[in-house]
C-alpha cells in the first residue's frame, strides 16, 4: 500500500468537537466526492494507527481538507489529532469509498456521517447542479451540527435538521422515524445515501424499505 507523508497547512475547530484540517495535496493524488482515505499521525506511537477519514474539499482543489469528529475519550488518533499543529505531518493512503453521487435523491446523515456528503454537495455547487437534492442531518444539539451555515446557502429549505438531545424552537426533535422521512420525502423512487453509525443506519435502511424505496436505490456507508 502506498503512503504519502503530507503537512498540515491549518488545523481549527469548526464546532466544539469537529476540527477542519487542511494538508498539502500529493501530486497526482485523486478521489471522487463522497470517498476517503486512511490517515495516521507522522510521530512516533501513531505511525500504524490509521483511521479512515472522507475528503470534504474538491478533487479539483489544491490542497486536501478533512473534517473530523474528535473523540478525547477513546485516546485515539482523533484525540492525538487535538495536540497537532501546522507544519505537523500526516501519512494517507490509498483512497477508497463506497459513497458516490448517482443523481438527485435525499442525503440522511447521523454526526459525522455527513462529511462524504460535505464534498458531494460543495461538488454539486460548483457544477450549479444542486437541483432537489436533500440532507436530512440527525444531531444531538444544536451545536453538534456541521457546517450549518454553509448547508443552508447551499441547500436552502432542503437543509433539513432533527435533535435527538435538544428541544429548540428552531429543529425539531426526536430520532429520524418513518413518520419523518413520510413528512420529508416527496418522491420514494430517487436516490437514497445514509451514513452513520451503523445502529442509525440499518434502521433508516428498514424505514425505508417499509416505505416503499427500491433497496437499490439506497447507498450506505458505516462510520
Ligand atoms: C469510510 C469512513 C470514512 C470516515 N470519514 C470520517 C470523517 O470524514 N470524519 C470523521 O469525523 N469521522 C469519519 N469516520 C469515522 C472515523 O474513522 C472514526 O471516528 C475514527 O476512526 C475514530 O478514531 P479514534 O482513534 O479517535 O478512535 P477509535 O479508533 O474509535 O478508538 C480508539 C480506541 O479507543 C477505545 N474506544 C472505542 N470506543 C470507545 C468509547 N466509546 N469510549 C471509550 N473508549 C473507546 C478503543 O480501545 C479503541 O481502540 C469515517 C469512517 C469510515 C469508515
Redesign the pocket.
Known amino acids: 500500500m502506498k503512503q504519502y507523508l503530507v503537512k498540515i497547512k491549518s488545523i481549527k475547530h469548526i464546532t466544539h468537537d469537529?476540527l477542519q484540517i487542511v494538508t498539502e495535496k500529493p501530486l497526482k493524488y485523486s478521489f471522487n466526492p463522497g470517498q476517503?482515505t486512511e490517515i495516521a499521525i507522522n510521530k512516533n506511537g501513531w505511525k500504524d494507527?490509521k483511521?479512515?477519514?472522507?475528503f470534504?474539499s474538491l478533487p479539483e482543489n489544491d490542497d486536501l481538507e478533512?473534517?473530523?469528529?474528535t473523540?478525547p475519550?477513546?485516546?485515539?488518533?482523533?484525540?492525538e489529532l487535538l495536540h497537532l499543529e501546522n507544519g505537523d505531518e500526516l501519512i494517507l493512503h490509498d483512497v477508497f469509498?463506497a459513497i458516490a453521487y448517482k443523481g438527485d435523491g435525499v442525503f440522511i446523515a447521523g454526526g459525522?456521517g455527513v462529511?462524504?456528503f460535505i464534498c458531494i454537495f460543495r461538488y454539486l455547487q460548483s457544477m450549479n447542479e444542486t437541483g432537489d437534492n436533500k440532507l436530512i442531518f440527525a444531531n444531538k444539539t444544536k451545536k453538534d451540527i456541521i457546517l450549518a451555515l454553509e448547508f443552508k446557502e447551499i441547500l436552502g429549505e432542503n437543509f433539513i435538521n432533527i435533535l435527538s438531545g435538544e428541544i429548540t424552537d428552531k429543529y425539531p426533535n426526536g430520532q429520524i422515524d418513518e413518520n419523518f422521512l413520510k413528512v420529508h420525502i416527496d418522491d420514494l423512487g430517487q436516490q437514497f445515501y445514509i451514513c452513520g453509525p451503523p445502529p442509525m443506519m440499518e434502521a433508516i435502511q428498514k424505514q425505508l424499505v417499509r416505505l416503499g424505496v427500491n433497496k437499490e436505490n439506497i447507498t450506505v456507508?458505516?462510520?
Open positions: 469537529v476517503a494507527e483511521r479512515p477519514f472522507s470534504t478533512f473534517t473530523i469528529k473523540y475519550t477513546h485516546k485515539g488518533v482523533t484525540n469509498g459525522a462529511t462524504p456507508e458505516e462510520m
